[in-house]
């Protein structure tokens, strides 16, 4: 039976899936961001993007090789310093020499290389609320020791990253952290009294700065802002648009001639539409989906409560994440400069996402020793 224990292994069809939309994202990469590469690089190296984002993903894949044998239930030990350690990373993209801005953002670290400390955050919160979520789920009707501490978290971690700004991982986060106290037994009437507080939050928020007022009544009406501050969105329209049921073909898209803002980052989803068509770009959201439904499966087969909330907070905060880059795409929510996981452009958001997936390959693998028991 030991035997039987040890050589149990995960369901490895979402390692699988992963890796292939990780390699698809580096072609779609290779199309889309070549005219951004030669005006960078003056012709001399047009697919530096494409090299980034492998080098990205061969250090994703380590991450996901040593947590898929990481026992998961260790971060119960290292949750808290997991967690301050985040918080003072988040500081730290302030700090001069070392924090690095680009249009009015601070979000990077660089310390030989460059890094988002928002994106290890999101995995760090998530670990941190599992652990604390499990710890009180007997006292999570009460609102003094559940409701309170959990809102409290939030706006801790909320106002660091406001300051940055990146609204879109916040988002992520917080959407994620409710799913979270839901799932873990919060009462119907905690969510929806912590949901009003976080619309009132909002509210303020987007009121309390004129550019900010004005980018929410553009997202209202873009068209009434084309050439203004609806002009991302619109060109990601038109990209879309133009892709039609088949596509223009690879390589063929228009709008990454520099029409089109970040066609290899945030907005490569249109990029895919305008150059795959409808139903080519249809097959990338199922490929999410079924992740989804993979993430989920291992959720309901975790040997302990603590297993099942911390994988379904790691592919709530994948599938979020992608809901947000897409829904953007079509003008359904604001451009908030997410990334498509295992898609976009962006070194630090493949390589946590691949870690994800590797410490849900543990639970899964944990899961399998389980039954074997």
């Given at each position: 039976m030991n035997y039987i224990r040890q050589r149990a292994k995960p369901d490895y069809k979402i390692a699988i899936l992963s890796i292939c939309l990780a390699i698809f994202g580096i072609i779609m990469i290779a199309s889309s961001s070549v005219v951004v590469a030669y005006e960078k690089y003056g012709g001399s190296n047009d697919y530096y993007f494409v090299w980034h984002q492998a080098i990205a993903l061969i250090v994703g894949l380590i991450g996901m090789s040593f947590f898929s044998n990481f026992d998961y239930?260790?971060?119960?030990?290292?949750?808290?310093?997991?967690?301050?350690?985040?918080?003072?990373?988040?500081?730290?993209?302030f700090f001069p020499v070392i924090g690095t801005s680009a249009k009015g953002a601070h979000r990077w670290l660089n310390i030989g290389f460059s890094f988002q400390p928002s994106e290890?955050?999101?995995?760090a919160f998530v670990i941190y609320l599992s652990v604390w979520l499990d710890s009180r789920k007997d006292q999570l009707n009460k609102a003094g020791r559940a409701l309170l501490p959990f809102a409290l978290m939030l706006m801790v971690i909320s106002a660091l990253i406001i300051l940055e700004p990146d609204l879109g991982t916040l988002s992520i986060i917080i959407l994620t952290s409710i799913i979270l106290f839901f799932a873990a037994g919060a009462p119907v009437w905690h969510i929806g009294s912590l949901g009003v507080f976080l619309v009132g939050i909002f509210a303020i928020f987007v009121r309390s700065a004129s550019y900010r007022w004005d980018r929410f009544i553009t997202f209202l009406n873009p068209s009434a802002e084309s050439l203004g501050q609806g002009y991302h969105v619109n060109q990601a329209f038109i990209a879309v648009s133009q892709g039609g049921l088949w596509g223009k073909g690879f390589g063929q898209s228009l709008q990454k001639m520099r029409y089109l803002p970040e066609p290899h980052t945030d907005s490569i989803f249109a990029i895919i539409c305008e150059e795959l068509g409808f139903f080519r770009a249809a097959f990338l959201v199922v490929a999410f989906i079924y992740l989804f439904m993979l993430g989920l499966k291992i959720a309901k087969g975790a040997p302990d409560n603590f297993g099942r909330l911390l994988a379904l907070g790691l592919t709530s905060l994948l599938i979020i994440q992608a809901l947000v880059n897409l829904a953007a795409i079509l003008g359904m929510v604001p451009m908030t400069g997410v990334t498509l996981p295992f898609i976009s452009y962006g070194g630090t958001s493949m390589a946590v996402s691949l870690i994800q997936i590797g410490i849900l390959l543990n639970i899964s693998k944990q899961s399998q020793n389980a039954q074997t028991q």
């Open positions: 239930k260790n971060f119960r030990k290292i949750a808290v310093p997991l967690i301050i350690t985040v918080l003072i990373l988040l500081l730290a993209v290890i955050a999101k995995i």
